[in-house]
């Protein structure tokens, strides 16, 4: 069973390691100045399709599917009235290019797709971010047009929604939409993270309150131990623990990396045992693999790997 669960812990982060796109900008003076005063603010940063849910209807019978490992990075380029976002991962990538004109009110939208979808046209922008477009693309019947609405459910997602038109503006019954959440490469998300952290090396609370940044299915590894599959079982091993004394150690973040609502972090603990018979302290260290979920804005640990090889 132990074996089991360690095959499957590491396949699934094999899994959301192996692809990697990542699109690098810089957030300086100028450019936080800038966005203060963006119209299209809100969308600026990286983004992913929510649990991958994708509803599409380009003819025939409407889909409901999966497209994992969507990326968009979202920035002004170097005006306050722009937005370029960078879509990555499954085929067709592409690009989109907003302006915003401040004295017409007016959204121009450019973009283009794979080798031949090229979208233009224009729209407007609502005082919460809201934007509504009215787009042809080529590679689509002539006389067509799409309705695209992006609206904000918070202020980490928002939906989108195309919807084409024919040339006497009825709905073709062709769509697709889906709901995008923020993906969180930030300082926030680091602190968050060390703050969990803070919680297991803080010996004098309770166990009780250490368990609070797991979830309830965690998955708990340590060297030597049995593995333990629930919070329940994880607050009974922490308790008897205690019983032989209690340990002085700081958990370190060395690198991790974000795939949605999910976190994959490569640490390590450095400290020292002090046993409750009185004898002399035991210093130890280890690496370890934790995978941190997002349920809602709380961030947990869902699974952890405790490895007792040098950390050299």
Do not use: C
Not at 27 to 37: D, H, I, P
Not at 60 to 73: A, L, N, S, W, Y
Not at 139 to 151: C, H, L, P
Not at 253 to 258: G, L, P, R, S
């Amino acid at each position: 069973m132990k074996q089991s669960i360690f095959l499957f812990f590491i396949l699934i982060s094999v899994s959301l390691f192996a692809q990697k796109e990542v699109i690098n900008y810089k957030l300086n003076e100028k450019f936080s100045m800038l966005a203060s005063k963006n119209p299209f603010a809100k969308f600026i940063g990286e983004w992913t399709l929510k649990n991958d849910d994708w509803s599409q209807n380009w003819g025939g019978e409407t889909q409901q599917i999966k497209i994992r490992k969507h990326h968009t990075v979202s920035t002004q380029i170097n005006t306050s009235n722009s937005l370029l976002s960078i879509i990555d991962g499954p085929e067709p990538n592409g690009h989109i290019f907003w302006s915003y004109n401040p004295n017409t009110k007016e959204v121009s939208h450019l973009s283009s797709f794979g080798n031949i979808r090229v979208g233009q046209g224009k729209g407007t922008i609502d005082a919460e971010g809201n934007v509504q477009l009215k787009l042809s693309f080529e590679g689509e019947a002539n006389g067509t047009y799409r309705i695209y609405k992006y609206t904000w459910i918070t202020d980490d997602e928002y939906h989108m929604k195309s919807v084409q038109y024919d040339s006497d503006d009825k709905p073709t019954g062709l769509f697709y939409e889906g709901n995008f959440i923020r993906l969180h490469h930030n300082k926030k998300l680091r602190q968050e993270i060390e703050d969990i952290l803070s919680v297991l090396d803080n010996y004098k609370i309770s166990k009780e309150e250490q368990v609070k940044v797991y979830t309830d299915n965690v998955v708990h590894m340590a060297p030597n131990q049995n593995v333990h599959t629930n919070k329940e079982a994880l607050l009974a091993y922490l308790k008897a623990q205690k019983k032989y004394g209690y340990a002085d150690m700081k958990h370190k973040i060395i690198d991790y990396e974000v795939f949605g609502d999910v976190i994959i972090m490569q640490g390590k603990v450095v400290g020292k045992f002090y046993p409750n018979s009185g004898e002399a302290p035991v210093a130890f260290a280890t690496k370890n693999l934790f995978v941190f979920k997002r349920t809602g804005k709380e961030l947990k640990i869902a699974k952890v790997i405790y490895n007792m090889s040098p950390l050299e």
